[in-house]
């Protein structure tokens, strides 16, 4: 098997296989400092950010106030990175004193911060390239004349070190690999995945926006993204409602103290909005988490074993105080609506308890049409001990029930140590996105810690009080990350019972069929159809066209005939043939393709 000479951060050289993740993330390192190299050759005075290699390929920051890059030059930077290959480049290890180092970037105050941050003992190890030097921070490939299946891939904006309050910078991304057809691949992957891509089908439907100089990872919902997200509230709250849940609202600000009880503020801090000062001593936090607030309704009332299982359900908004360059779409925001839910059992009801949420979770998923999942049992790390509640009781009593409810139920799972949350394990059922990455979409966690920090107990039969146990569950996650991730499965093409516009009507002629489409439309709306009317001065072909990019289920065009016979000419989304129908045989169509949840019949 082919090798590759790899350089580490202290300057030492191994050889290592060609076809190992390491070599490739070593090929990125390289690539990066070339990029690098290429950028001060073409751009005089550039000032150079940094220059990351991760799993999605590598990327370079400058200062596009200083010299910016556009889209249209990246063609003429990879010949240039081409050029250095074929000149037999290599990289060298030095050592330079910081006064040296920091001289030689004396205009650059990025370089100049990561020299800084690196300096150890008043030196800073570095990469050379030429003349180009860069902090020796990850291993690198030694020879570049193994860079030739590489694509610079485009130009994006980026706070510097990730954090808004910072300069924003221009972000140069790229993709390499050993061979040419792994970067066939890739380009092909990188192409689906654009087209799947819910930022740019939810602007192509005007779903949701998202605009930083009004709040960064704060979504606006258009009419047909709210449309689609009332939907999926609604179908939730019905089918928790069906399976015993009392649903309730509760605010999104609590007293701090109630997050220092549930350990929230000491585990989650980092990722918790500062705490408000109300000017009378009272602190209040906006919640991370909605637990604390569903414990208050169980305590509201003295309750009974007979009360038990007790099931609280809400669709919660949250806030994480999520970074501005971990933020993504819908994907990743900082206001989030969780289908949260909780339920205070007595032990003996654990088994069957959770046998019943996830029956409910695999019944829900059929309705969306998600198959391809599978289920994580996460558990704690013992090693941990800052992450995780000190109770060796509580883990192994919760963790063996859950597995013994996972086995009862003679479901396959795989174990994965350290993925529990600092209260209790959980079992997360992982699904694959639309390009084939796993995602947690549910969770089922069980919880013996916060009942007994907020003190909770139910009154048994036996007279006494007892402590309950609480188990946590979700079953599609946030609205927001779920609806993103029903966009990319769908690629935006929703099923009827989803789809915000569900009918669109096209009068063949507006004085002569317009009466006619109203008429229709009507019937529709009586029937809760989500129709409209295109009453617009466009040819026919024109709208015809622009319901197909839309996506809408179902396209009637209406003419003479369809008026005279009462019908409609019936175009499904992505076919080309039209059929004609009468208005009830449509209609028992599209009613009977909503009921399915557009499954096939």
């Known amino acids: 098997m082919a090798q590759v000479a790899v350089m580490s951060p202290d300057g030492s050289v191994k050889k290592i296989d060609r076809d190992s993740k390491e070599s490739l993330q070593a090929l990125r390192k390289l690539s990066a400092l070339m990029l690098k190299a290429a950028l001060k050759q073409e751009f005089k005075g550039i000032r150079l950010g940094e220059a990351v290699a991760d799993e999605d390929g590598f990327h370079v920051d400058s200062d596009k106030d200083n010299q910016q890059v556009s889209a249209d030059e990246l063609p003429a930077l990879e010949d240039v990175i081409k050029g250095l290959a074929k000149n037999d480049a290599k990289v060298e290890f030095v050592e330079v004193a910081l006064e040296d180092a920091l001289a030689e970037v004396e205009a650059d105050p990025y370089s100049s911060e990561l020299i800084k941050e690196s300096a150890k003992d008043g030196k800073v190890a570095m990469y050379q390239l030429g003349d180009v030097k860069a902090v020796a921070d990850a291993d690198i490939l030694v020879y570049g004349d193994v860079v030739k299946n590489l694509r610079l891939l485009s130009v994006a904006g980026a706070y510097w070190k990730g954090m808004s309050s910072n300069p924003m910078l221009q972000r140069i991304y790229g993709t390499v690999f050993f061979k040419k057809d792994a970067l066939e691949d890739d380009l092909k992957k990188r192409q689906e995945a654009k087209e799947r891509d819910h930022r740019v089908i939810g602007n192509q439907l005007d779903l949701f926006f998202v605009d930083p100089k009004v709040g960064a990872g704060l979504p606006y919902w258009m009419p047909k993204g709210a449309t689609i997200r009332r939907t999926i509230e609604r179908y939730i709250i019905d089918r928790e409602v069906a399976d015993g849940y009392k649903h309730v609202y509760t605010p999104v600000l609590m007293n701090l103290d109630a997050y220092k009880t549930s350990g929230h503020w000491e585990h989650y801090r980092d990722d918790m909005f500062p705490p408000m000062d109300m000017g009378d001593g009272e602190m209040l936090e906006l919640r991370p988490m909605n637990c604390p607030s569903h414990i208050q309704v169980f305590k509201h009332h003295i309750r009974s074993y007979r009360d038990l299982p007790l099931r609280i359900a809400e669709l919660g908004m949250m806030h994480r105080y999520e970074k501005s360059g971990a933020l993504s779409g819908l994907q990743r925001v900082r206001e989030m609506t969780l289908n949260d839910g909780h339920t205070f059992v007595a032990l003996d009801q654990i088994r069957s308890e959770f046998a019943k949420i996830l029956k409910l979770i695999m019944s829900v998923y059929k309705d969306f049409d998600i198959t391809d999942y599978s289920f994580r049992l996460s558990l704690r790390d013992p090693k941990n001990t800052k992450k995780y509640y000190a109770n060796d009781e509580m883990w192994e009593k919760s963790q063996s029930m859950l597995k013994a409810a996972m086995d009862d139920l003679n479901l396959d799972y795989y174990e994965a140590e350290g993925e529990a949350a600092f209260y209790g394990p959980k079992l997360d059922i992982q699904t694959k996105t639309a390009l084939g990455n796993d995602e947690t979409m549910s969770t089922i966690q069980l919880d013996f810690m916060l009942p007994e920090r907020f003190g909770l107990t139910y009154v048994g039969n036996d007279g006494q009080e007892h402590m309950p146990v609480m188990i946590h569950r979700g079953v599609v996650g946030t609205m927001e990350r779920f609806i993103a991730y029903l966009t990319e499965i769908y690629k935006g093409a929703f099923p009827t019972w989803l789809a915000p516009e569900q009918v669109h009507i096209i009068p063949v002629n507006e004085d002569a069929h317009g009466e006619y489409a109203d008429e229709l439309a009507k019937k529709f709306k009586?029937?809760?159809?989500?129709?409209?009317?295109d009453?617009?001065?466009?040819?026919?072909?024109?709208?015809?066209?622009?319901?197909?990019?839309?996506?809408?289920?179902?396209?009637l065009v209406v003419g003479d005939e369809e008026k005279n016979n009462n019908g409609v000419s019936v175009r499904k989304y992505g076919?080309?043939?039209?059929?004609?129908?009468?208005?009830?045989?449509?209609?028992?169509?599209?009613?009977?393709?909503?009921a399915s949840y557009s499954r096939e019949k």
């Open 526 to 533: 009586a029937a809760n159809i989500r129709v409209v009317v």
């Open 535 to 555: 009453h617009r001065n466009e040819k026919m072909g024109y709208k015809i066209r622009e319901a197909q990019t839309q996506k809408v289920p179902y396209t």
């Open 575 to 594: 076919e080309k043939e039209q059929n004609e129908m009468s208005q009830d045989a449509f209609m028992n169509e599209i009613l009977a393709d909503i």
